[in-house]
T-cell receptor, first 115, second 113 residues
Framework: GAGVSQTPSNKVTEKGKYVELRCDPI?????LYWYRQSLGQGPEFLIY????????DSGLPNDRFFAVRPEGSVSTLKIQRTERGDSAVYLC?????????????FGQGTRLTVV | GQQLNQSPQSMFIQEGEDVSMNCTSS?????WLWYKQDPGEGPVLLIA?????ELTSNGRLTAQFGITRKDSFLNISASIPSDVGIYFC?????????????FGQGTILTVHP
């Protein structure tokens, strides 16, 4: 597709379960970003990748959150032992590169609900 | 960390009216970005500002980069129903990349036909 694709669109899981959220960036984009958006708030940065490596994971809230991008394209955000407070929309964005004046394009997000 | 405060939090206007919203920061930003988010979608970039004092337009939208580098304004002229959505200001942290961004909490715009 032409844009950033995130799957699933919605995910409902039970407290304590493990979840994986997938992001397919725009083809050729080397930089990939994950954000979390709680209800009524702006997106909050979690982590970004330049190629396969996590260049900055300073926004990950704790060690239950982990993300990978093994081949420098698709990325998976993994959340262990989910808590009700993890409920939010998880947004992924990609850009051609990580640098000045380089627009990042967002996907539609995955709405995660922990019950 | 850096925080962006947007006002107003919400606006209810009649179609055809002009809209003005602003964003302030406790620290300096070297780039200001304005996004719009529709329900169920990710944010879409509307306008990017790179220089203090810069005034940039995109159709009916006009944004300004404040002289102090701590604020920015977005104006929408002659609003139409499809302007409905949430408008966010954002600024890059960690250099000038657009990807690692700090967002404001958003201004919710409702346009009555």
């Amino acid at each position: 597709g032409a844009g950033v694709s995130q799957t699933p669109s919605n995910k409902v899981t039970e407290k304590g379960k493990y979840v994986e959220l997938r992001c397919d960036p725009i083809s050729g984009h080397t930089a990939l970003y994950w954000y979390r958006q709680s209800l009524g708030q702006g997106p909050e940065f979690l982590i970004y990748f330049q190629g396969t490596g996590a260049a900055d994971d300073s926004g990950l809230p704790n060690d239950r959150f982990f993300a990978v991008r093994p081949e420098g394209s698709v990325s998976t955000l993994k959340i262990q032992r989910t808590e009700r407070g993890d409920s939010a929309v998880y947004l992924c964005a990609s850009s051609l590169r990580q640098g000045a004046r380089t627009e990042a394009f967002f996907g539609q997000g995955t709405r995660l609900t922990v019950v | 960390g850096q925080q962006l405060n947007q006002s107003p939090q919400s606006m209810f206007i009649q179609e055809g009216e002009d809209v003005s919203m602003n964003c302030t920061s406790s620290s300096i930003f070297n780039t200001w970005l304005w996004y719009k988010q529709d329900p169920g979608e990710g944010p879409v970039l509307l306008i990017a500002l790179y220089k203090a004092g810069e005034l940039t337009s995109n159709g009916r939208l006009t944004a300004q980069f404040g002289i102090t580098r701590k604020d920015s304004f977005l104006n929408i002229s002659a609003s139409i129903p499809s302007d409905v959505g949430i408008y966010f200001c954002a600024g890059p942290t960690g250099g000038t990349s657009y990807g690692k961004l700090t967002f404001g909490q958003g201004t919710i715009l409702t346009v009555h036909p």
